[in-house]
């Protein structure tokens, strides 16, 4: 992965405690019940998140590797990464680290194509690896656990958060009962927008689905025909997931020309459900509660080629 291209873009994102004001305001019109602050890290490591690692602090930044362009019209079997790998590309900490987000999963290893909830740390030579995927089975229903052989690998793309795994100040946010259009994290995107412009803000994290249901996909195996892009959202497979749900996610105010994906999140469960988050399904009763830190770097790292 040494020789792989790699860009990257320094942030100067606003303090958490103006992000909590803004937010507290702001996304009143998208859920009845709100409150953003800043508060201490929760331990992650703890039921009900079941994290890698205690906190989202330390050498934060985000990783937007491969891309969507890898999968169509046919998945591009060379693209396969490595975590540890990555922490020297990203100019990680040697001695402690911690990545988590949403990917494709690594199809050397469990034999076909897959979706990956990233959950990944190191500290002083050792690895915990608590990374999942959800995968469709035979019977076209969805099958969410551990990586096969506790692989520290993905393929094609993933979005990653990646921090010293530290304790400290994070953003807050409790939504309940929405009431807008906007998914969770379209509508802090969209607050987001409208406050900063083209000055980007890139926040990553956990955010917990506590009560309700939502709407998840998981990737099939990998089609036979050409997959042309357009038909993308007929190839996946849909399934209303219960929570509780622990979703990881990365997403950007705005993108200043490195072609990134704007948001990505992926939710694991205890229970055996997961896949790439799309929209709560029980607005009236649905309540979100995340944590979140700002990313001071953005790293590209082996962008898809601009077709045309």
């Given at each position: 992965m040494t020789s792989l291209p790699i860009k990257s873009h320094p942030l100067a994102p606003p303090p958490l405690t103006d992000l909590a004001s803004l937010l507290t305001t702001n996304l009143k019109p998208h859920f009845r019940d709100v409150s953003a602050s800043v508060v201490r890290c929760p331990d992650l490591r703890q039921p009900p998140f079941h994290l890698a690692a205690s906190g989202l602090c330390g050498n934060?930044?985000?990783?937007?590797i491969g891309g969507p362009p890898y999968l169509h019209p046919f998945p591009n079997f060379t693209k396969k990464y490595a975590f540890l790998d990555l922490t020297k590309l990203l100019e990680m900490s040697p001695g402690k680290g911690f990545m988590l987000g949403a990917g494709a999963g690594?199809?050397?290893?469990?034999g076909r194509n897959s979706e990956l909830m990233p959950n990944f740390s190191y500290e002083g030579g050792a690895v915990m690896n608590l990374t999942k995927y959800a995968k469709v089975d035979e019977q076209?229903?969805?099958?969410c656990g551990p990586v096969p052989g506790n692989s520290a690998d993905f393929a094609l793309m993933a979005n990653l958060?990646?921090?010293d795994g530290s304790p400290g100040d994070v953003l807050k946010i409790v939504a309940r009962t929405r009431i807008g259009k906007e998914n969770f994290t379209a509508a802090i995107q969209?607050?987001?927008?409208?406050?900063y412009g083209e000055r980007i803000v890139s926040l990553g994290g956990v955010f917990l689905i506590?009560?309700?249901r939502a709407k998840l996909h998981v990737m099939p195996d990998f089609s036979k025909e050409p997959l042309e892009q357009e038909?993308?959202?007929?190839w996946l497979k849909f399934y209303e997931c219960e929570a509780p749900l622990v979703c990881l996610s990365t997403f950007h105010s705005h993108d200043p020309g490195l072609e990134l994906r704007m948001e990505h999140t992926h939710c694991f469960s205890e229970h055996g459900d997961g896949g790439h988050y799309h929209f709560d399904t029980t607005p009236e009763n649905v309540e979100y509660e995340a944590y979140f830190n700002t990313a001071k770097i953005i790293y590209r790292i082996d962008q898809p080629p601009v077709e045309g």
């Open positions: 934060e930044k985000i990783a937007d690594p199809f050397h290893v469990v076209g229903g969805c099958v958060f990646c921090c969209k607050i987001l927008k409208a406050e506590r009560k309700g038909k993308t959202e007929e």
